[in-house]
């Protein structure tokens, strides 16, 4: 317990004076002669004692009336825990501050972060003289005390929201640590420590789940003061764009693309227009698409865009949420597309070439998009005699279509071509010889060892199954689960594989036995299925699958389409990003420059250099959200490409926890919530000085005061009339 004026207490030696006046003022007794005394002696003996009672009750009473005025005169007070002292001695505080994107939320034209700051400067003017402060944000850094409190304030003005915010549990442990060690070359702190947290307590932020360490860190802070300072909005409005999803980062020339979106809604419902642009060469946003989306309060609404071949190059724009809201930061989403002429394929196969490998080039390049100039995929047909002779890096993929006994040269020129980044795509039937694939150099290209004999399923055959639905090879199918007629095109027969290689992906099933496995082998991708590509690959009059059979045999040609794209490389070299990855810009052989120069999203420009052994140019800091441009080499031939930035879908999550949330998050550690100035101002006159009991005192007194007073009354009524 603590007092602010203890020298008050001296006022409890007022109490003697009941005492005194009780001994001064005491009636003494007269003596009467009255000759019938006998008769009434008893009941005077009887009087006396009540007489004295009441007295010594009443005089008692009037001493705790002063005792009590005096004890709540000095303004006692009592802390749990934590260093008591002068209210006016100085302190160390540490000052965190939420900068993630969400204070970037505007409510009556203020930020929250604005709202924080200005609280910030307010609450730095209200610490004691000399006291020291840290100021701490989102964005990575060292925390340290500022060199006065006018520093502070001017660091506090200046801080920004991040897109590439650091956990918040961790600016706090930083903050925790300051406190408890201070700065090397500081020996003296202040004893009393105060930490403060400027948040807009959302969920997202707040989760207990990831506080763990944060609450064992704070039992060991002993006497820290904690307040969370709220400088958020009660029932938050706002419409955000949700994830933005290419089906594919890198396309051919001739080929249409797609995104897909959706409008995610907290505490209202609207209708907006949702916009696409592309970004020309001279740096003007053309509007490409609109599409207008209907979504209810607290729900979600997805929009899909369709949009027609571009030229060859990289592509930029972005996706808009027309109309103003709560959170500008999330009503836009950036993209980068990467546009190639079309993909080169070398497909090898057994004579007759055509009637083998007819399905699957007509799949990849039908001949009616090849004459018009508007297939994906240019088709090289070979024999596996001329398999060696060909260049196989002017290629993007190499096909086996039904391969029987190659020389391990050729699986040595293959498995040096997938070393360095080519895709291989081995398609097995009829002409597989198990035996001819043990040796050394097709074991380190092949995902598995062969059964000695197919599986035959004669009567009714089984079906092909997508198992692994995330796999990038199938991810076209991801929107049509469950209305694929896959039972519409059974499967026969297909090769039993063994001992598969570890990092070897099975992608689809067939009887639950592996029917189609990605393998990666050094910057490439191998690709086996293990029923033939073509259904003229077969052994005598038993065909081995009817992939191929039928009027609406569209499955096939999707399936074969995403295994030569992903073979081909569409879906690497990522181009779209969240804030804080690092983004890697991968370089072909011709785009090896000595310097590259990059350009943010704010206009800024810096040097880059290409890491020699990834081949590609490696960006760390990726803190601000929209297009990135790099060039080297000039205008004219030079490289001209780039990459995007988005915030993560959980930066529009504007859920805010409560006070039972907090507890949670902080466990048994003492810590105190304030909304206003007022507010504050009180917690941090409890949480220094603890928790006064002026208020229960003076109702102690009074009640006291009404008791000797009733009490009086009645005594000195009844010996009147005694």
């Known amino acids: 317990m603590d007092f602010v004026t203890p020298a008050l207490l001296f006022g409890a030696a007022a109490a003697a004076l009941p005492v005194v006046l009780h001994l001064v003022m005491r009636q003494q007794p007269r003596h009467l002669e009255f000759p019938a005394l006998r008769f009434v002696q008893r009941r005077e003996i009887a009087n006396r004692r009540r007489m004295r009672l009441r007295h010594l009750l009443l005089l008692l009473l009037r001493m705790a009336v002063l005792c009590l005025l005096a004890f709540g005169l000095a303004r006692p007070s009592i802390k749990s825990s934590g260093f008591i002292g002068d209210q006016e001695a100085p302190v160390a505080a540490a000052m965190v501050f939420d900068t993630s994107p969400r204070m970037d939320y505007k409510s009556e034209n203020k930020t929250r972060l604005e709202e ?121 409005q706002n419409l955000a764009l949700g994830e933005l999803r290419l089906l594919a980062e890198s396309i051919t020339r001739n080929r249409p693309w797609s995104l897909t979106t959706e409008v995610v809604s907290t505490g209202l419902a609207a209708e907006r227009a949702v916009e696409v642009y592309l970004v020309n060469e001279s740096g003007e946003e053309e509007k490409r698409a609109q599409d207008i989306v209907a979504v209810a309060s607290g729900a979600s609404q997805g929009t899909e865009f369709s949009l027609g071949p571009l030229d060859t190059g990289t592509h930029q724009g972005f996706v808009r949420l027309v109309g103003a809201d709560g959170l500008a930061a999330d009503d836009r989403r950036w993209f980068t597309l990467d546009v190639k002429p079309p993909w ?23 001949d ?87 599986r035959n399923f004669p009567d009714g055959g089984k079906y092909l199954v997508i198992s692994n639905e995330q796999h ?124 590259y120069l990059l350009t943010t999203p704010r206009g800024d420009t810096y040097r880059q250099s290409a890491d020699p052994k990834q081949r590609a140019i490696v960006v760390t800091s990726t803190a601000w959200v929209g297009n990135y441009q790099v060039t080297a080499g000039g205008k004219q031939g030079g490289l001209d490409r780039g990459f995007s930035v988005n915030l993560p879908p959980s930066a529009s999550e504007l859920g805010r926890t409560d006070e039972d949330g907090l507890k949670q998050v902080f466990g048994d550690t003492e810590f105190r919530l304030a909304r206003s100035r007022d507010e504050i101002d009180r917690q941090m006159s409890t949480g220094r000085v603890g928790r006064e009991l002026f208020p229960l005192l003076m109702a102690l007194v009074a009640l006291v005061l009404a008791v000797e007073h009733f009490m009086s009354n009645r005594f000195y009524r009844s010996e009147r009339k005694a």
Not at 163 to 187: F, N, T, Y
Not at 355 to 363: G, H, I, L, P
Not at 376 to 381: I, L, N, P, Y
């Open 116 to 236: 924080a700051r200005e609280t910030a400067d307010w609450l730095v003017k209200q610490l004691p003289p000399d006291s020291l402060v840290a100021v701490l944000d989102s964005t990575p850094g060292q925390p340290v005390f500022q060199v006065d409190l006018g520093a502070a304030q001017q660091r506090i003005s200046r801080l920004e929201t991040t897109a590439a915010p650091q956990d918040l549990w961790d600016v706090i442990e930083q903050a925790v640590e300051l406190l408890r060690k201070g700065e090397p070359e500081r020996k003296e702190m202040p004893e009393r420590k105060e930490l403060y947290v400027f948040s807009d307590l959302t969920k997202a932020e707040w989760d207990p789940r990831a506080a763990a360490k944060l609450r064992q860190r704070l039992a060991e802070s002993l006497g820290l003061g904690i307040y969370v300072i709220d400088v958020g909005v009660k029932e938050p």
């Open 344 to 366: 080169k394929v070398l497909v090898a196969s057994s004579p007759p070439l055509y009637e083998r490998t007819r399905y699957f080039t007509e799949a990849l390049a039908p």
């Open 368 to 454: 009616g998009f090849r004459q018009t100039g508007r297939a994906q995929f240019e088709c090289d047909v070979v024999s596996f005699g001329e398999l060696s002779q060909r260049s196989l890096e002017d290629y993007a993929v190499v096909a086996l279509v039904d391969p029987g006994a190659l020389d391990d040269d050729v699986w040595n020129q293959l498995d040096r071509y997938a070393e360095s980044g080519g895709g291989v795509g081995i398609f097995l039937g009829a002409a597989a010889r198990p035996e001819s694939y043990q040796s050394a150099a097709a074991k380190r290209l092949l995902p598995g060892e062969l059964g000695k004999f197919p």
């Open 472 to 595: 990038p090879m199938v991810a076209k199918f991801r929107p049509l689960k469950g209305s694929v007629p896959w039972d519409a095109f059974p499967i026969y027969r297909y090769w039993p594989l063994h001992k598969r290689p570890n990092g070897t992906a099975v992608v689809a099933t067939c009887n639950k036995e592996p029917l189609l496995v990605e393998r990666p082998v050094g910057k490439g991708h191998v690709v086996l299925m293990t029923t033939p590509i073509s259904m003229l690959n077969s052994a005598g009059d038993e065909p081995w699958n009817e992939l191929v059979r039928g009027l609406e045999n569209w499955p096939y040609f999707m399936l074969v389409l995403q295994v030569g794209s992903y073979l081909a490389g569409s879906t690497e070299g990522q181009l779209n990003y969240l804030a804080g990855e690092a983004a890697v810009l991968r370089l072909s052989a011709d785009e090896r420059y000595t310097t």
